[in-house]
């Protein structure tokens, strides 16, 4: 069973460099997510989407973009990388079952570094 | 500010010992969850509560939602090494749509 894959796990880029985290489920979920997590910040929410072709901004939304063309994937992008956007970022998903009682999915996170 | 607040931040117990931990917030919620999460790992579900008042058991690991739905707690009985790991309560909001907000979590250190 893969659940939530994270692809790639680890990058290190330089200030103003872009570049692209995918997330894939295949549990035919409705719902996915993009957290970041910073020491002592605990999970917070980038963008999310409740459905293919929709997106919507979360908690700390600016300096990504995001896409959900396909059910099961869902892209985070960074347009231009800042160092303030070293992170570890994690995906989720979860079905559309139990408004506010669904378990949420995760990948096993990308560890991103920017110089 | 942190919509939710997790206490203590770190805790490192012996095998055996007794422990709770807390999760507290000014705001009402309509569910709660906690995870555990383990390094290098994502977050992994432990209990959801939705019912003020709810306790629910997962073997020697309690969860209390509180009477009014603005705080919990997990108590653990005679931790082990294995339940060393990052707590983290979230909570959901009915404004928040389908959206969970994460405390900061507790990393709880058990040693043997």
């Known amino acids: 069973n893969a659940g939530v894959t994270q692809t790639p796990k680890f990058r290190v880029l330089k200030t103003g460099q872009s570049m692209t985290l995918l997330c894939a489920q295949d549990?035919?979920?409705?719902?996915m997510y993009w957290y970041r997590q910073d020491p002592g910040m605990g999970l917070r929410l980038i963008h999310y989407s409740v459905g293919e072709g929709t997106t919507a901004k979360g908690e700390v939304p600016d300096g990504y973009n995001v896409s959900r063309l396909k059910k099961q994937n869902f892209l985070l992008g960074l347009e231009s990388a800042a160092p303030s956007q070293t992170s570890v970022y994690f995906c989720?998903?979860?079905?559309?079952?139990?408004?506010?009682?669904?378990?949420?999915?995760f990948g096993e996170g990308s560890r991103l570094t920017v110089l | 500010t942190q919509l939710l607040e997790q206490s203590p931040q770190f805790l490192s117990i012996q095998e055996g010992e007794n422990l709770t931990v807390y999760c507290n917030s000014s705001?009402?919620?309509?569910?709660l969850q906690w995870y555990r999460q383990e390094p290098g790992e994502g977050p992994v579900l432990l209990v959801t509560v939705v019912t003020g008042g709810e306790v629910k058991k997962l073997k020697r690991l309690t969860f209390q939602f509180g009477d009014a739905r603005k705080d919990s707690s997990l108590h653990i009985t005679a931790a082990q090494p294995g339940d060393t790991g990052l707590y983290l309560c979230a909570g959901h909001r009915d404004n928040y749509g389908q959206n969970f907000v994460f405390g900061p979590g507790t990393r709880l250190s058990v040693l043997p």
């Open positions: 989720a998903s979860r079905d559309n079952r139990g408004r506010n009682t669904g378990e949420l999915f």
């Open positions: 705001s009402v919620f309509s569910s």
């Open positions: 549990m035919n979920h409705e719902y």
